[in-house]
């Protein structure tokens, strides 16, 4: 029994023992196995997350690269406000508001730019730009300037002719009175020798053409003496002197007198100022005898040698012909040495046909005239002329017999 019972436990003891170290064997062997796999988890998820890491940081650094410009460009905001008004004064003035620093902290960076642009019109000419530009980043920068301008513009009105109306059934008193000359033929300056035109301005100076005496004479209201403004100093053909003056007008847009130098063939302008001595030619090669300027500026000029009348632009000296052209002769396309001339606003010019007896309307633009006075021959009845020598629409006669000039 007892040695049974011996190997019966020693049996069972070495089955115990040999279990044992298998079992021992076995878990150590899982162990290890576990270790390693772990060891590899582990150093492939820190290369991740180093890979991670190292991608964050090249990408802050990337983006600190290209923000940093963009806010540096960015950083000022500015809004400007410009107003331009049109009144009757000039000023200027600007105003610098405020500036104003401010600090945010944000994970991320944002350039934002914002563009406005108003017009406004009223009663004047406003126009409004404002331009508003905001960087969001640690600082934000805002300036406003505002600035008026108002500037003033003047316009010269155009000198307007001015034509008297004269009733249809008015009658002239058979009396006038002397308001220039009467003393006889002479050179001094209360006479005339054969005062052929005159231009009244409208203060009634009166600017007289002084033929044979080769002058022009100014004679102001209530004056007993006249003041010689252009000529003068003989006949002649030098720019002091004039050579037959027939005709004078003021121009007042220049201030200035255009002057008819018949026998120099020329006309001529001299100014108005006291110390004028002489004048400059405006048109010359033309046996001028009367003048008129319409509204517009136009100079028209009468040509008894060609028995024309020509339209000149002042400065031009080649000008366009507006009545006859065909010659000398009593056709109603023709002129027979034209002497004065009006001209009314719609360009329609009358013309002192002398030695025809007629007085001829030309419309603008006409081929051929039409007799509005006259034209029946030379004589003395009330439907004739004798020789005619004025044609205007102011009021004055003009007596070359008795040299002196008469106003009613």
Not at 206 to 219: K, L, S
Not at 282 to 298: F, H, S
Request: hydrophobic share 30%.
């Amino acid at each position: 029994m007892t040695d049974r019972t011996t190997d019966t436990l020693v049996d069972h003891l070495s089955a115990k023992s040999t279990a044992l170290p298998m079992e021992t064997k076995t878990y150590e062997k899982f162990d290890f196995d576990d270790s390693i796999e772990v060891k590899r988890k582990s150093r492939k998820e820190l290369g991740t997350l180093l890979k991670t890491v190292l991608a964050l940081v090249v990408i802050a650094i990337v983006a600190t690269a290209v923000i940093t410009p963009t806010v540096l460009l960015t950083r000022p905001t500015a809004q400007f406000t410009t107003t331009s008004t049109t009144t009757n004064s000039l000023a200027i003035s600007s105003t610098v508001t405020t500036t104003t620093p401010k600090t945010m902290t944000t994970n991320t960076r944002t350039a934002t730019t914002t563009t406005t642009t108003t017009a406004t019109t009223t009663t004047t000419t406003t126009a409004t730009t404002t331009t508003t530009t905001t960087a969001t980043t640690t600082t934000t920068t805002t300036a406003t300037t505002t600035t008026t301008t108002t500037a003033t513009t003047t316009k010269t009105p155009t000198q307007q002719l001015v034509i008297p109306t004269i009733s249809v059934n008015a009658k002239w008193v058979q009396t006038g009175v002397t308001v220039a000359g009467g003393h006889g033929v002479g050179s001094v300056t209360n006479q005339f020798q054969y005062p052929r035109r005159l231009f009244v301005d409208d203060d009634q100076t009166m600017v007289i053409a002084d033929q044979y005496n080769h002058r022009i004479i100014q004679w102001k209201k209530g004056d007993t003496n006249g003041q010689v403004v252009a000529g003068g100093n003989g006949k002649g053909s030098g720019l002091n002197q004039l050579y037959v003056s027939t005709d004078v007008l003021i121009d007042k847009e220049t201030e200035s007198l255009i002057i008819c130098d018949q026998s120099n063939r020329r006309v001529v302008r001299w100014s108005r100022r006291s110390d004028t001595t002489q004048g400059d030619i405006v048109i010359d090669r033309i046996r001028c005898v009367g003048l008129a300027m319409d509204d517009q500026k136009y100079l028209y000029v009468s040509d008894d040698d060609k028995h024309e009348v020509t339209r000149y632009q002042l400065g031009d000296k080649t000008g366009t012909l507006v009545a006859g052209d065909n010659g000398q002769g009593d056709d109603l396309n023709q002129l027979n040495w034209p002497t004065d001339l009006f001209v009314d606003r719609q360009q329609t010019i009358y013309v002192s046909d002398s030695d025809n007896h007629r007085v001829m309307k030309w419309n603008k633009d006409a081929k051929e005239g039409i007799v509005v006075a006259g034209g029946q021959g030379q004589g003395n009845a009330l439907t004739q002329f004798f020789s005619l020598k004025g044609c205007s629409s102011i009021y004055w006669i003009r007596s070359m017999c008795q040299t002196r000039i008469i106003i009613d």
